[in-house]
């Protein structure tokens, strides 16, 4: 199969189990909301390498969108199920550490697609770091509690939703310069924007790690090289979902923004086996 010149390989991408965690921040002005939200996905790129969490920012959402009626900026976070604990724990600290950021406010945001969902409390994960300084207000019909700062005051919503449903998806793209892979992953990071429920994980757009058979630079080196002829430069597309169904729909405008950069020779994905996760994303299914 090709999409303007450029092959799709005939593989898939194994994908594994995620529980999924979405959230808007809001705050006085688009870019302050960026800035808690910068922090509160921080160091969050992949769990694999030790990091503590999963996470990444989906987009910017418009003030008619959020509980406030202020400019926000939606976040989601993810671990695998068996790290629930773990994953709740780092939850509650940046939602702690979201209260050093002037007039922010943390809401539940899980996209109606996703069915399978239990609620989180987290005013109980953190009520002991306000010293019952703190009130309650509703907002939207949300449960919200009132932290006094130093500037004013943070909101945030007392109970979350986390989807047991979500899954990880990925796709591999092969171009004949570094700018040209770099510029067909950004351009498939703009198109997942418009899949809400699918976030980048971390930067996204990064490089395979420590797998020599996908560095150009060992083509001539390693005996079972995964990189074709002509490829200066591998790149791949990390994200995660709150349901397979839009991991499906995000996974196919990635592939399709990517393939119209010029450079771009072919884009595959990663398996092994079953072995990583038991999910499979057909790309020739996907693309139909």
Not at 79 to 88: G, K, L, S
Not at 120 to 133: A, F, P, Q, R
Not at 153 to 164: K, N
Not at 222 to 227: A, H, S
């Amino acid at each position: 199969m090709k999409i303007n010149d450029v092959v799709i390989q005939d593989t898939y991408a194994e994908a594994w189990d995620l529980e999924v965690i979405r959230l808007v921040l809001t705050a006085i002005s688009e870019d302050v909301a960026l800035g808690a939200a910068e922090q509160f996905v921080g160091a969050a790129g992949s769990s694999e390498l030790g990091s503590r969490i999963n996470g990444g920012i989906e987009r910017m959402a418009l003030p008619h969108e959020t509980p406030d009626g202020r400019p926000g900026i939606i976040v989601a976070l993810t671990m695998p199920p068996f790290e629930r604990e773990n994953f709740i724990r780092e939850l509650a600290l940046r939602v702690v550490l979201a209260t050093l950021v002037p007039t922010c406010a943390v809401f539940d945001f899980m996209v109606k697609e996703a069915s399978a969902i239990e609620k989180i409390d987290l005013y109980d994960l953190t009520s002991e770091n306000w010293k019952g300084y703190e009130s309650r207000e509703e907002i939207a019909g949300r449960r919200i509690c009132i932290v006094p700062t130093t500037t004013g005051r943070f909101a945030y919503e007392e109970e979350v939703s986390i989807s047991t449903e979500g899954v990880d998806g990925h796709f591999v793209c092969y171009a004949e310069t570094e700018a040209s892979s770099v510029l067909a992953v950004k351009a498939a990071k703009e198109a997942i924007r418009a899949i809400d429920g699918v976030s980048p994980m971390g930067y996204g757009l990064e490089a395979v790690f420590k797998l020599p058979e996908y560095c150009p630079a060992l083509r001539e080196k390693v005996k079972e090289t995964k990189v074709p002829e002509g490829v200066g430069s591998v790149v791949n597309l990390l994200m995660f979902g709150a349901t397979k169904g839009l991991m499906k729909q995000a996974m196919k405008v990635a592939i399709e923004a990517a393939a119209k950069v010029t450079g771009v020779k072919e884009i595959g994905a990663m398996n092994f086996g079953g072995e990583f996760g038991r999910h499979k994303f057909y790309l020739h299914e996907l693309l139909k």
